[in-house]
């Protein structure tokens, strides 16, 4: 059975999202949250489809984008463990560190 994982701090990722597309528009919050929902759900049907990403990490790691995020999963676990949901526009290295605590 393929599903997915959330690691615990994907949930403060989302929320921090959610919180601040709020502040302009609560609609539109909704909308970006059903956005990483549906991308969760095609990563687990097709767990290979994200791109790698190896100035990130040198791992297994694959990369989906949504909007200007990333959301960072490993697709070769049973349920897939989804490990960061990230502005893409960050520094690169900030990126990584945050990546290397959640492996």
Excluded: C
Excluded at 52 to 63: A, E, Q, V, Y
């Amino acid at each position: 059975m393929i599903g997915y994982t959330l690691h615990p701090e994907v949930y403060a990722d989302l929320d921090d999202i959610h919180r601040y597309f709020s502040l302009f528009n609560p609609q539109t919050a909704d909308r970006i949250l059903d956005e990483f929902l549906d991308a969760f759900n095609l990563i687990t049907q097709f767990p290979r489809h994200g791109h790698r990403r190896t100035d990130l990490t040198s791992g297994p790691m694959r990369f989906k984008i949504v909007r200007s995020y990333l959301v960072a999963y490993l697709p070769n676990l049973n349920p897939i463990w989804i490990a960061a949901v990230l502005d893409g526009r960050q520094n690169p290295r900030v990126i990584a560190a945050i990546l290397r605590e959640r492996e």
